[in-house]
């Protein structure tokens, strides 16, 4: 991986989803960021997979990260019985060119916790062999990068409460998350 300062010719998508916007951006070799930006949380009792998702800005051709990025976004949020079935985009963000804790435990969180789960900052801390890591986990869902692909949304506190998930309305997003995906195992 090439660093990201000034090599990568960078593209971003702007997407209109049930949560609010979602700038994803990136280049030929992957997904950089996805940034959740003017929270929009749909009512609570607007929980229907076929929420709202929309392209809004970007290029016509996208590049291939972006566009596989967006097309798993948009099953995540319209059709997210099929998320298992399509493939993760490439990362290129400088966290994953390392080997470090919170590489780690994002790569251990996206591989076992699935739709529907939820996973306390002390199970996954054990689940990375370090039982005493739950802070530490905290701090690690703070630098995801590539929040719903890796989804930190599904880490809460061991006493059953969410959790913080950004700032601000952020925590409305994070519960919204939760239900649509408790609403779609369901199903």
Same mark, same amino acid.
């Given at each position: 991986?090439?660093?990201?300062?000034?090599?990568?010719?960078?593209?971003?998508?702007?997407?209109?989803?049930?949560?609010?916007?979602?700038?994803?951006?990136?280049?030929?070799?992957?997904?950089?960021?996805?940034?959740?930006?003017?929270?929009?949380?749909?009512?609570?009792?607007?929980? =229907?997979?076929?929420?709202?998702?929309?392209?809004?800005?970007?290029?016509?051709?996208?590049?291939?990260?972006?566009?596989?990025?967006?097309?798993?976004?948009?099953?995540?949020?319209?059709?997210?019985?099929?998320?298992?079935?399509?493939?993760?985009?490439?990362?290129?963000?400088?966290?994953? =060119?390392? =080997?470090?804790?919170?590489?780690?435990?994002?790569?251990?969180?996206?591989?076992?916790?699935?739709?529907?789960?939820?996973?306390?900052?002390?199970?996954?801390?054990?689940?990375?062999?370090?039982?005493?890591?739950?802070?530490?986990?905290?701090?690690?869902?703070?630098?995801?990068?590539?929040?719903?692909?890796?989804?930190?949304?599904?880490?809460?506190?061991?006493?059953?409460?969410?959790?913080?998930?950004?700032?601000?309305?952020?925590?409305?997003?994070?519960?919204?998350?939760?239900?649509?995906?408790?609403?779609?195992?369901?199903?």
């Amino acid at each position: 991986m090439a660093p990201i300062n000034g090599i990568c010719k960078m593209e971003e998508v702007l997407i209109k989803s049930a949560v609010g916007e979602i700038l994803v951006s990136g280049c030929k070799e992957g997904v950089h960021e996805i940034k959740l930006q003017n929270y929009a949380v749909l009512e609570p009792g607007a929980k =229907d997979a076929s929420a709202p998702f929309k392209v809004c800005e970007g290029p016509q051709e996208m590049i291939a990260s972006l566009k596989q990025c967006t097309t798993w976004l948009q099953a995540y949020f319209c059709e997210p019985w099929l998320i298992e079935k399509l493939p993760i985009p490439a990362f290129h963000h400088p966290l994953f =060119d390392k =080997d470090s804790f919170n590489k780690t435990v994002l790569l251990a969180l996206l591989e076992k916790v699935k739709m529907g789960e939820t996973i306390s900052y002390k199970g996954l801390a054990e689940a990375v062999g370090n039982d005493k890591a739950a802070r530490a986990v905290g701090g690690a869902m703070r630098t995801n990068p590539v929040p719903l692909i890796i989804p930190c949304h599904r880490v809460i506190c061991s006493d059953g409460s969410i959790g913080n998930y950004g700032s601000g309305r952020a925590n409305d997003v994070k519960r919204w998350l939760l239900a649509h995906e408790k609403h779609v195992k369901d199903m």
